[in-house]
């Protein structure tokens, strides 16, 4: 079992069941496809939440996605999970829910993203696929989303503003090569870019003639993760969702979770239950 996150786990799960719903929902008048499940970081199938939940254990995506009975069923339901105790529990847990379609391989979700998108060309006029990324901290590279371009694919993808990126740019800019090299598979741009898109210089001089230089973290550092990200996925994909904020207890933003997408319409059907999502939590009209 997963001992992972707060409220904000099953608010995550519940965008995402919601979303596959309907996409079965239209789907189901299109026998001709064959369609995909791809999830990235499956877990074991239950997940154990801190919050105010009633119940203290949630099934988590994997369980929720495979016990959709209508309008239809995915063809195939591809689980990848890194750690092999938790995979082997994902299989026994899966098992009494669904016999059929349902792989469970204990492997890392890069490699399963490219894998996914080499099956994807040979297979795009019969198949599309609906995925779901969302990893803990940076462990996604890049050059794994950036292989699903033109691809039949509706991907979900949770990104880590608030954790690793933001902690990896450090207030004094000083940042260690191997902490660089992370920051340019996590976004896909050089260390030149990195720094101009997050730190400011300013040279003074004192009265003695001494220069020096002052670096100021961009004060929305969180904020410009996400655009630059976003702006990242829009290479890639043809449309964004607008993102729906994942906070801690304290309300500080960890997680903007989004749908990458080439067909408008589901990117429309995904803004319309990430609206419906906000205004249940904050009693608000998100329009």
Known sequence: MNKFGGIWTFEKIK???KYAKAYLEIMKDRPYWKLIYFDGFAGSGDIEIDGV???KIIHGAAKKIVSIQEPRLFDIYYFVELNKKKAESLTKSLEQVRKGGVYVVSEDCNKKLNDLAAFLKSKGKTHKALAFVDP???EVN?????????LPVDLWILVPTGLGPNRMLTRTGKISDSWFSKLESFFGIN??????????????IDLFGAREVQVSKNVKAVEKIKQLYTNKIKEVFKFVSDPYELENS???IMYHFFLASNNKTAVSIANDIIKKAKNDKYGTDFN
Request: charged letters at 25%; glycine letters at 2%; a negative charge.
């Open 142 to 150: 890049w050059s794994s989303i950036e292989c699903l371009k033109d």
């Open 15 to 17: 965008i995402l069941e």
């Open 191 to 204: 260390r030149k870019l990195i720094i101009s898109n997050f730190y400011t210089f300013n040279e003074t």
């Open 53 to 55: 939940l009633d119940e």
């Open 250 to 252: 304290t309300h500080c």
């Open 136 to 138: 803990c901290g940076m």
